[in-house]
């Protein structure tokens, strides 16, 4: 998976908030809001290939928590992210 291009995370009066930037991304139909936890993956993932074990991976780096709920919170994330469409 990788993000699609247009997608740039902004911090806005202390929330982190994905823009989409370009014609073909605006829908301001939603606003898609992300907690600390998932802006830092995004932030790391960069425009690069990522799978549930990469964000897994970065989880267990960043935070003290067991690889089971890190995966768990991965696969969730990608879930959500897919839905928002903001990853391919």
Do not use: H, P
């Amino acid at each position: 998976m990788r993000k699609k291009k247009g997608f740039t995370l902004r911090t806005i009066c202390g929330e982190n908030i994905i823009v989409g930037e370009g014609i073909e991304n605006i829908d301001f139909s939603r606003i898609i809001s992300m907690n600390e936890s998932a802006a830092y993956l995004w932030k790391e993932i960069k425009d690069s290939e990522f799978t549930v074990d990469s964000l897994t991976q970065l989880l267990l780096k960043e935070y003290e928590v067991d690889e089971a709920t890190a995966r768990s919170d991965a696969e969730a994330l990608t879930k959500k992210w897919l839905e928002a469409g903001i990853i391919e």
